[in-house]
T-cell receptor
Framework: EDQVTQSPEALRLQEGESSSLNCSYT??????LFWYRQDPGKGPEFLFT???AGEEKEKERLKATLTKKESFLHITAPKPEDSATYLC????????????FGTGTKLQVIP | DTEVTQTPKHLVMGMTNKKSLKCEQH?????MYWYKQKAKKPPELMFV???????INESVPSRFSPECPNSSLLNLHLHALQPEDSALYLC?????????????FGSGTRLTVV
């Protein structure tokens, strides 16, 4: 069974203090690993898809990287508006189409 | 149009009521999904539609009945729900299923069963 574990559960940063969120995954074969941002009471917002180990993607202050066992979401010089829950999800190869989500990291950036 | 629109945003219903949730997208996506999300938990998959056909039912109780009238619309019909069914119901779409495409989610319907 596919598994996704995110750490830490919660992270509090000062504005401008860079850090990383971790997503460890177990999947038979990786179709794609996804990062989403979710604000309270809203649906998740798609950020990145990573397909193979070594791949990196960037968007503004966010950079996602992928190895064979984990992914990191690096946040550089965060701002208060980056406060949200960040969800990691994986989709396996093969006939089953399900995307499995992790429980998320709740990020709070203090001004 | 790059959005998934869900209506209503909030819904309160009694355990004997029948109601429907609606989801609409005009991005030409051929895969649509229903997810359920409880507070502080990740989204849980309920149903997957691929090219307007139901392809996955994650053993959801029959009091939840999905319908896909056309490639742009997805409904979730609710009947005889229980208080534990109270949650945020999310609709999502993607270009196709099983190609590693990210999903576009709607803002959800906050459902309260009383």
């Amino acid at each position: 069974e596919d598994q996704v574990t995110q750490s830490p559960e919660a992270l509090r940063l000062q504005e401008g203090e860079s850090s990383s969120l971790n997503c460890s995954y177990t999947v038979s074969g990786l179709r794609g690993l996804f990062w989403y941002r979710q604000d309270p009471g809203k649906g998740p917002e798609f950020l990145f898809t990573l397909y193979s180990a070594g791949e990196e993607k960037e968007k503004e202050r966010l950079k996602a990287t992928l190895t064979k066992k984990e992914s990191f979401l690096h946040i550089t010089a965060p701002k208060p508006e980056d406060s949200a829950t960040y969800l990691c999800a994986v989709q396996a190869t093969g006939g089953y189409q399900k995307v499995t989500f992790g429980t998320g990291t709740k990020l709070q950036v203090i001004p | 149009d790059t959005e998934v629109t869900q209506t209503p945003k909030h819904l309160v219903m009694g355990m004997t009521n029948k109601k429907s949730l609606k989801c609409e997208q005009h991005m030409g996506h051929r895969a649509m999904y229903w997810y359920k999300q409880k507070a502080k938990k990740p989204p849980e998959l309920m149903f997957v539609y691929s090219y307007e056909k139901l392809s996955i039912n994650e053993s959801v109780p029959s009091r939840f009945s999905p319908e896909c009238p056309n490639s742009s619309l997805l409904n979730l019909h609710l009947h005889a729900l229980q208080p534990e069914d109270s949650a945020l119901y999310l609709c999502a779409s993607s270009q196709v299923v099983d190609r590693g495409h990210g999903y576009t989610f709607g803002s959800g319907t906050r459902l309260t069963v009383v």
